[in-house]
């Protein structure tokens, strides 16, 4: 692996290894202050101001405008770097884009909500991103990540690490944002079918009228990745979804559906009605803590946590567009 394979491997490292993302500035605390009071996420305003102190972000230099390069008498700006990165890979701007949004409502809501996952978890994780940076600097034939940053690379090794720091506190903030929130909520714990074709819903209809287990009808019959944990899936929130009606229309211990679905169908069972659990981050801290110990974060718990953010907090991308020139419509 060469100085330029390894980019691709330094970006995994920064924001792959983690689930989410994550911040540090060693010159500010490393979380944002705890406050004792938990507002409820329905009576949070989209427009409720954070405050910048608890923003922990890593420093830029220059400036959207910046020139990037010159070459024969003529500058090459940023916004020509991007424009061209936008049109020559528009779905690598949109995903590295969206990364920074979320970076960004992950510390404002931690920051909201008082989340403090301390500093011995902290510094754990900071620990293990670091270390597979170095393996990965290894690999490439070097031994000092410093001198692999700097000569090879080209990169402030202190700036760098500190994103990488950055990277892997946000992570451990992120999923306690995650799970704040699903606990926060109304939800069912429930299991499912899905069925692909006609027949197999008459044949989990029958086998349901005959008394079989739901969890022994979704192994023999779903076509979801569940089936051979006999159908169970992450807690369903309350909210607009087609599934979520169908699993707050269903009594615990009862089957609903089949729920028509792009051509598929899908059967629920309502396992159990979860309450929502609320309070400042000194009294729900433990909870969500052991309930991540239990069960880390799934990605359709992530997707309605993402949703759920998007709508609570005014995001545009607007500049972007602006800065490179490209018809401003939707956002990206």
Same mark, same amino acid.
């Given at each position: 692996?060469?100085?330029?394979?390894?980019?691709?491997?330094?970006?995994?490292?920064?924001?792959?290894?983690?689930?989410?993302?994550?911040?540090?500035?060693?010159?500010?605390?490393?979380?944002?202050?705890?406050?004792?009071?938990?507002?409820?996420?329905?009576?949070?305003?989209?427009?409720?101001?954070?405050?910048?102190?608890?923003?922990?972000?890593?420093?830029?230099?220059?400036?959207?405008?910046?020139?990037?390069?010159?070459?024969?008498?003529?500058?090459?700006?940023?916004?020509?770097?991007?424009?061209?990165?936008?049109?020559?890979?528009?779905?690598?701007?949109?995903?590295?884009?969206?990364?920074?949004?979320?970076?960004?409502?992950?510390?404002?809501?931690?920051?909201?909500?008082?989340?403090?996952?301390?500093?011995?978890?902290?510094?754990?994780?900071?620990?293990?991103?670091?270390?597979?940076?170095?393996?990965?600097?290894?690999?490439?034939?070097?031994?000092?990540?410093?001198?692999?940053?700097?000569?090879? #690379? $080209?990169?402030?090794? =202190?700036?760098? @690490?500190? +994103?990488?720091?950055? /990277?892997?506190?946000?992570?451990?903030?992120?999923?306690?944002?995650?799970?704040?929130?699903?606990?926060?909520?109304?939800?069912?714990?429930?299991?499912?079918?899905?069925?692909?074709?006609?027949?197999?819903?008459?044949?989990?209809?029958?086998?349901?009228?005959?008394?079989?287990?739901?969890?022994?009808?979704?192994?023999?019959?779903?076509?979801?990745?569940?089936?051979?944990?006999?159908?169970?899936?992450?807690?369903?929130?309350?909210?607009?979804?087609?599934?979520?009606?169908?699993?707050?229309?269903?009594?615990?211990?009862?089957?609903?559906?089949?729920?028509?679905?792009?051509?598929?169908?899908?059967?629920?069972?309502?396992?159990?009605?979860?309450?929502?659990?609320?309070?400042?981050?000194?009294? #729900? $801290?433990?909870?969500? =803590?052991?309930? @991540?110990? +239990?069960?880390?974060? /799934?990605?359709?718990?992530?997707?309605?946590?993402?949703?759920?953010?998007?709508?609570?907090?005014?995001?545009?991308?607007?500049?972007?567009?602006?800065?490179?020139?490209?018809?401003?419509?939707?956002?990206?």
């Amino acid at each position: 692996m060469n100085s330029y394979q390894l980019v691709g491997a330094l970006v995994l490292v920064l924001f792959g290894v983690q689930g989410c993302r994550g911040p540090s500035n060693r010159a500010r605390p490393l979380v944002p202050p705890t406050v004792e009071t938990q507002t409820p996420f329905e009576s949070m305003p989209a427009s409720a101001p954070v405050q910048s102190s608890a923003l922990v972000q890593v420093p830029t230099r220059g400036t959207a405008s910046s020139v990037v390069a010159r070459v024969a008498g003529s500058e090459v700006s940023a916004s020509d770097l991007i424009l061209a990165w936008m049109q020559r890979d528009s779905m690598a701007v949109r995903r590295t884009m969206d990364e920074l949004i979320l970076d960004r409502i992950v510390i404002a809501e931690a920051a909201r909500m008082g989340i403090d996952p301390g500093q011995e978890k902290v510094q754990a994780q900071v620990k293990r991103v670091r270390s597979a940076l170095e393996e990965e600097v290894r690999r490439a034939g070097s031994v000092d990540v410093h001198e692999f940053l700097s000569q090879r #690379m $080209g990169l402030d090794p =202190e700036r760098y @690490l500190m +994103a990488v720091d950055h /990277s892997a506190l946000t992570d451990l903030l992120a999923e306690r944002c995650v799970r704040s929130y699903t606990l926060g909520e109304e939800r069912c714990e429930v299991a499912l079918i899905l069925c692909g074709e006609r027949e197999a819903v008459d044949l989990v209809q029958s086998g349901l009228a005959r008394g079989e287990e739901f969890a022994q009808l979704a192994r023999a019959h779903s076509q979801d990745a569940t089936s051979t944990d006999g159908g169970r899936v992450p807690a369903i929130l309350r909210n607009s979804s087609a599934l979520s009606r169908l699993a707050f229309h269903t009594e615990p211990g009862e089957v609903g559906g089949p729920l028509a679905q792009d051509g598929r169908w899908l059967f629920v069972q309502v396992i159990q009605r979860l309450e929502p659990q609320r309070g400042p981050w000194s009294q #729900m $801290g433990p909870f969500v =803590e052991s309930s @991540l110990e +239990a069960e880390p974060i /799934s990605d359709p718990e992530y997707w309605q946590w993402k949703e759920a953010m998007l709508k609570l907090y005014e995001v545009d991308t607007g500049p972007l567009l602006e800065l490179v020139g490209e018809p401003q419509g939707e956002n990206l």
